[in-house]
């Protein structure tokens, strides 16, 4: 089946360092990507879509500049956040679609935690 | 505003006994998915439903989406503690396009 791999799966950085998340679809292209962020014992809330070779689409509320989201080829969308602070700790989810009766599929999550 | 409301939001029962989870929306939705999530990882499909009134079943899981397409529900038979975690129902409205999550419902089913 579809799968998307995402790396890392944990992440400590200081506050004030950058942080690259990685997200790949590794037996099909994804034109679209999309990042979600989860706080503990909620549900997932999409910050953007990425688009491959444009920019990306950022919900309502979340800071471009801050959350930069590169998604250069089918297989590879990145979202790096930039300056972190520990307000930004959290779980970061990605998906994409394979193009098969709807379903989406998630990458593993990345649990990040700024100290 | 939470586009789709999910209930209840969480839930802890017996093995053995039967629950059934809602999602409803005043908005139509072209799918509506069910996820399973379990801690540190991400959502697993259980199922994609599309046309109004669809029932589908897998194994002890019955899914239904309503008529008009604004509302589903999960219903497990005999849980068992392996169904226990995060369950999420997610909209949608064009293939490819973006989902809109529900809450979630927390489900934990004590041996």
């Known amino acids: 089946g579809a799968v998307v791999s995402q790396h890392p799966s944990r992440v400590i950085c200081k506050s004030g360092t950058s942080v690259k998340i990685e997200c790949r679809s590794l037996?099909?292209?994804?034109?679209?990507m999309f990042w979600y962020r989860q706080f503990p014992k909620q549900s997932l809330m999409l910050m953007a879509t990425?688009?491959?070779?444009?920019?990306?689409?950022?919900e309502q509320g979340v800071e471009k500049d801050k959350f930069l989201i590169n998604h250069a080829s089918l297989t590879l969308s990145t979202l790096t956040v930039t300056s972190a602070h520990p307000e930004d700790s959290s779980f970061y989810i990605c998906?994409?679609?394979?193009?098969?009766?709807?379903?989406?599929?998630f990458g593993s999550g990345t649990r990040l935690t700024v100290v | 505003t939470q586009l789709l409301e999910q209930s209840p939001q969480f839930l802890s029962i017996q093995e053995g006994e039967n629950l059934t989870v809602y999602c409803n929306s005043s908005?139509?939705?072209?799918?509506l998915q069910w996820y399973r999530q379990e801690p540190g990882e991400g959502p697993v499909l259980l199922v994609t439903?599309?046309?109004?009134?669809e029932v589908k079943k897998l194994k002890r899981l019955t899914f239904q989406f309503g008529d008009a397409r604004k509302d589903s529900s999960l219903h497990i038979t005999a849980a068992q503690p392996g169904d226990t975690g995060l369950y999420l129902c997610?909209?949608?409205?064009?293939?490819?396009?973006?989902?809109?999550f529900g809450g979630g419902t927390r489900l934990m089913v004590k041996p």
């Open positions: 998906s994409a679609n394979p193009g098969t009766d709807y379903g989406y599929t």
């Open positions: 037996d099909f292209q994804a034109t679209t």
């Open positions: 990425s688009n491959e070779g444009s920019k990306a689409t950022y």
């Open positions: 908005s139509v939705f072209s799918s």
């Open positions: 439903v599309v046309t109004g009134g």
């Open positions: 997610a909209g949608g409205r064009r293939a490819g396009n973006m989902l809109t």
